[in-house]
T-cell receptor
């Protein structure tokens, strides 16, 4: 079956602009995770969804970052007023409920802020 | 908070040689440990995981890892590597009920 998909695969934006990154999880996976992979910080957890609610947002680096999930499926990560330090690969993962030990990752969105 | 440390940022080996990628964790409680692989321009793929039980865990592509509680280690090994194993490898620990905390990664380069 189809894996986790993310779009766009690459995004180049200017400093100060808003961006939206999309994640489409594996069908039936109610848990969804966002991570960020950057040169300076490695792989960091951002936020976790169970269904449409986000019980753990502890990794969001600032209030410029937000995420939502609708219909228990697609999730959107929004970064407002982008800064150069936001440049990174944003990875999405999904899993069955209660099976966080088996997370399936998407290919990521590479964000470049000029 | 739980964390993992990958001791080598880069490991070069020759094809068909054995390899060990080192990972140490810091936790005084029971841990769930993972190794993920990231091939160039791709997402992460789970290689293997330790949740409980046997301390020797076998994964995909001929990799295995041994959970060593006394040394707080979870080193990844393969007896004979191939060019196709060239990738970045990440050790991770589950923190809390859901999120993964990753090490800095080890870039494995296979030379012919």
């Amino acid at each position: 079956g189809a894996g986790v998909s993310q779009s766009p695969s690459n995004k180049v934006t200017e400093k100060g602009k808003d961006v939206e990154l999309r994640c489409d999880p594996i069908s039936g996976h109610t848990a969804l995770y966002w991570y960020r992979q950057s040169l300076g910080q490695g792989l960091e957890f951002l936020i976790y969804f169970q269904g449409n609610s986000a019980p753990d947002k502890s990794g969001l680096p600032s209030d410029r970052f937000s995420a939502e999930r609708t219909g228990g499926s697609v999730s959107t990560l929004t970064i407002q007023r982008t800064q150069q330090e936001d440049s990174a690969v944003y990875l999405c993962a999904s899993s069955l409920a209660g099976k966080s030990d088996t997370q399936y990752f998407g290919p990521g969105t590479r964000l470049t802020v000029l | 908070a739980q964390s993992v440390t990958q001791l080598d940022s880069q490991v070069p080996v020759f094809e068909e040689a054995p390899v060990e990628l080192r990972c140490n964790y810091s936790s005084s409680v029971s841990v769930y440990l993972f190794w993920y692989v990231q091939y160039p321009n791709q997402g992460l793929q789970l290689l293997l995981k330790y949740l409980s039980g046997s301390t020797l865990v076998k994964g995909i592509n001929g990799f295995e890892a041994e959970f060593n509680k006394s040394q707080t280690s979870f080193h990844l090994r393969k007896p004979s590597v191939h060019i196709s194993d060239t990738a970045e490898y990440f050790c991770a620990v589950r923190q809390g009920a859901q999120k993964l905390v990753f090490g800095q990664g080890t870039r494995l380069t296979i030379n012919p």
